[in-house]
T-cell receptor
């Protein structure tokens, strides 16, 4: 099973709202990722968690706050977003990362619209 | 910085024909090259990958070739079918093993 699940599929939020995106995998992977994808562009890396610890933050604004409650779950908390943050948010996982490159498996994404 | 160039940006083929997508990477330390297929409204799906110690890999109708000297790698799809229509991304991962550098994508149309 190489499935990564994400909820919700779609989310519409106002600029003053607080919402969260959720991601789950049961493949025993120890690395999890958040990506942002704008229309007709490739995914852009936002965060990397390894063994439930934040390893990489690609200079993402603080209105995006990641959290990894356990090795299977990854959340992205959203607060005071801007309309330009509207995008497809993708979660991915891999067996590990660091000394070698591992296959990354992506979830279906959450389509976020900020009004 | 690290960069992956992908061509063409759009490719239209007749069902049954072959399709070839080419990528060039800049970081000579890159050692893993995955290919992703993304259908409308879905996340990228890993379809094939190749590591730097291999020159070619094949999986049914899909093959990938790697030329490390020239820093080129290519995706070959034979006997294309309408369900192959999607956006294809090449990518390269180098030292550190965490950051995937994606190409800009190729939109493939397979006409029935």
């Amino acid at each position: 099973d190489t499935e990564v699940t994400q909820t919700p599929k779609h989310l519409v939020m106002g600029m003053t709202n607080k919402k969260s995106l959720k991601c789950e995998q049961h493949m025993g992977h120890r690395a999890m990722y958040w990506y942002k994808q704008k229309a007709k562009k490739p995914p852009e890396l936002m965060f990397v968690y390894s063994y439930e610890k934040l390893s990489i933050n690609e200079s993402v604004p603080s209105r995006f706050s990641p959290e990894c409650p356990n090795s299977s779950l990854l959340n992205l908390h959203l607060h005071a977003l801007q309309p330009e943050d509207s995008a497809l948010y993708l979660c991915a996982s891999s067996q590990d990362y660091g000394t070698s490159a591992y296959e990354q498996y992506f979830g279906p994404g959450t389509r976020l619209t900020v009004t | 910085g690290e960069n992956v160039e992908q061509h063409p940006s759009t490719l239209s083929v007749q069902e049954g024909d072959s399709a070839v997508i080419k990528c060039t990477y800049s970081d000579s330390a890159s050692n893993y090259f995955p290919w992703y297929k993304q259908e409308l409204g879905k996340g990228p799906q890993l379809i094939i990958d190749i590591r730097s110690n291999v020159g070619e890999k094949k999986d049914q109708r899909i093959a990938v070739t790697l030329n490390k000297t020239a820093k080129h790698f290519s995706l070959h799809i034979t006997e294309t079918q309408p369900e192959d229509s999607a956006v294809y991304f090449c990518a390269a991962i180098g030292t550190g093993g965490f950051k995937t550098i994606f190409g800009a994508g190729t939109r493939l149309f397979v006409k029935a």
